[in-house]
């Protein structure tokens, strides 16, 4: 039987909504929520990603600024930017769009927002947060995965999930979730032997890895959740990291790309700078 689509576009409006009713509630005591998105060069895709996260400020009821800086920007004109809105009240989130251009050093950047304002979750102390299991913003991505994958009602505990791609920005952060829901969870990279065998484990499945049909329907265990981070452009076309068509016919649940993990990334990106705004 093939496996339930965990509609990421229906939930992200769910999302929205919630965070919706929350601006709103703060606008009214005069405290708009407000997020600076800061875009350094002209990379297409970047474009596109900070486009709609504009887009959906104006939906939710956010105010927006969009800093869109030249490529060759120098790190002490960016971080002088960051300044600028660590000190401005109206802002509560600021959002550095990764990656930046080579020359530009993105920890030294992260690090220069204010903690209070990172709603991505990157700075350091957040993600030592994370790490100590205290409470803290959580990365936008992870935070949406992890809703779809409650949106099951599958209990997790005691759960194989396994994690394919360690970065900072999922592949970590996804681990400790996982981890703070108490499964056993395998954190696989590019240097991993035998994959397939650390996949075939596994009741929860995350492909984090931006290679287009990476995950295969033989790596998948019958009845497994699968959330595909990927996002890769083959021939004009937006694909996942997991071989769709092959894998939902083994996989209880699957979350498609498009309408997957994309969409609630930006809702949990509004629902993380509401959250910001509540608690300035
Ligand atoms: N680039 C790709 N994903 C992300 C994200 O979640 N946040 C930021 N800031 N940049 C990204």
Not at 10 to 24: I, Y
Not at 77 to 88: F, G, H, K, Q, V
Not at 140 to 149: E, F, N, Q, V
Not at 220 to 244: L, Q, S, Y
């Amino acid at each position: 039987m093939a496996a339930t689509l965990l509609d990421g576009k229906a939930m992200a409006q769910e999302v929205r909504a919630l965070a919706r009713e929350r601006a709103a509630a703060l606008a009214e005591k005069g405290r708009q929520p407000g997020l600076a998105v800061i875009l350094v060069g002209n990379d297409p895709a970047s474009e596109i990603y900070v486009r709609n996260k504009g887009r959906a400020c104006e939906d939710t009821g956010i105010r927006s600024e969009t800093i869109h800086l030249p490529a060759d920007t120098a790190q002490e004109t960016l971080e002088e930017e960051i300044a600028r809105l660590n000190a401005d009240p109206a802002i509560h989130g600021i959002l550095v769009q990764l990656p930046l251009p080579a020359h530009l050093d993105a920890d030294r950047a992260l690090a220069a927002i204010r903690p209070e304002k990172d709603v991505d979750g990157f700075h350091p102390v957040n993600a030592g947060r994370l790490l100590a299991g205290q409470d803290t913003v959580l990365p936008c991505t992870p935070r949406g995965a992890m809703y779809m994958l409650k949106s099951t009602g599958l209990p997790l505990s005691g759960k194989e999930a396994v994690v394919v791609g360690r970065s900072n920005i999922v592949g970590k952060p996804m681990a400790l979730l996982l981890l703070r829901e108490n499964c056993t969870v395998t954190l696989c990279h590019s240097r991993t032997a035998d994959l397939a065998a650390h996949t075939r484990r596994a009741d929860i499945l995350v492909a984090a890895v931006g290679r287009p049909g990476l995950i295969t329907a033989d790596m998948v265990k019958p009845g497994a959740v699968v959330i595909d981070v990927g996002i890769n452009r083959v021939e004009g076309k937006v694909v996942g990291d997991v071989d769709f068509a092959g894998v939902r016919e083994t996989a209880g649940w699957i979350t498609p790309v498009p309408g997957g993990c994309g969409p609630m990334t930006i809702a949990m990106l509004m629902l993380n700078t509401v959250e910001a705004a509540e608690r300035a």
